[in-house]
């Protein structure tokens, strides 16, 4: 069955540029999903379709999709994006999500 | 606007059943499929399947096969998620999310724009 990988954990430095990155065979062929989970809270959708943001995502937020490898891509990182993010794909009627990437702010 | 809103916390002995509810408000029920995704605590996202509202039809993830069972009211817009033999493995928070599809891209696209807040399924002896 199809899987999607991600990095456990990044670090970044408010104001700075956040990669986090999303990999399966041939992601690009498919579409990427990312989605942003604070503590105690319900997922949310910050860019579906590899690089579009959905209505009130701050545009810091965005995405790209290529050969093996999706990213997404937080530009001047504020203490309020520290958050768990999960890629998600489909593939073959599934939906499969990667592990999740820890983004800490420091 | 979408709302989707979950039954409360549950707690259950192993081998028993649970079903958990998800209400949706703010748009045509039938115009979108309700998934349900369930996370543990400390873990990750586990897609468990789906149901159309309006054909009825569902998929479930292998590991679910035979253990689950998801149902729609059209009539109150609720989805429902059974889940039988449950062991502690199960104890988890169980979300249901709002199904977006588009066929008109590059490769075919599915998606969840709307969840609901989670409902707590313990189980425990």
């Known amino acids: 069955s199809y899987e999607v990988t991600q990095s456990s954990s990044v670090s970044v430095s408010p104001g700075q540029t956040a990669s986090i990155t999303c990999s399966g065979d041939r992601l690009g062929d498919k579409y990427a999903y990312w989605y942003q989970q604070k503590p105690g809270q319900s997922p949310m959708l910050v860019i579906y379709e590899d690089n579009k943001r959905p209505s009130g995502i701050p545009e810091r937020f965005s995405g790209s999709n290529s050969g093996n490898t999706a990213t997404l891509t937080i530009s001047g990182t504020q203490a309020m994006d520290e958050a768990d993010y999960y890629c998600?794909?489909?593939?073959?009627?599934?939906?499969?999500f990667g592990g999740g990437t820890k983004l800490t702010v420091l | 606007q979408v709302q989707l809103v979950q039954s409360g916390a549950e707690m259950k002995e192993p081998g028993a059943s649970v079903k958990v509810s998800c209400k949706a408000s703010?748009?045509?029920?039938?115009?979108?499929?309700i998934n349900w995704v369930r996370q543990a605590a400390g873990q990750g996202l586990e897609w468990m399947g789906w149901?159309?509202?309006?054909?009825?039809?569902?998929g479930y993830a292998q590991k679910f096969q035979g253990r689950v069972t998801m149902t729609t009211d059209t009539s109150i817009s609720t989805a429902y998620m059974e889940l039988r033999s449950l062991t502690s493995e199960d104890t988890a928070v169980y979300y249901c999310?709002?199904?977006?599809?588009?066929?008109?891209?590059?490769?075919?696209?599915?998606?969840?724009?709307?969840w609901g807040q989670g409902a707590l399924v313990t189980v425990s002896s």
């Open positions: 998600q794909a489909w593939d073959s009627s599934t939906v499969m």
């Open positions: 149901t159309n509202p309006n054909s009825g039809n569902r």
């Open positions: 703010g748009y045509t029920f039938t115009n979108n499929d």
């Open positions: 999310a709002r199904g977006r599809s588009d066929s008109s891209g590059h490769s075919y696209s599915y998606y969840f724009d709307y």
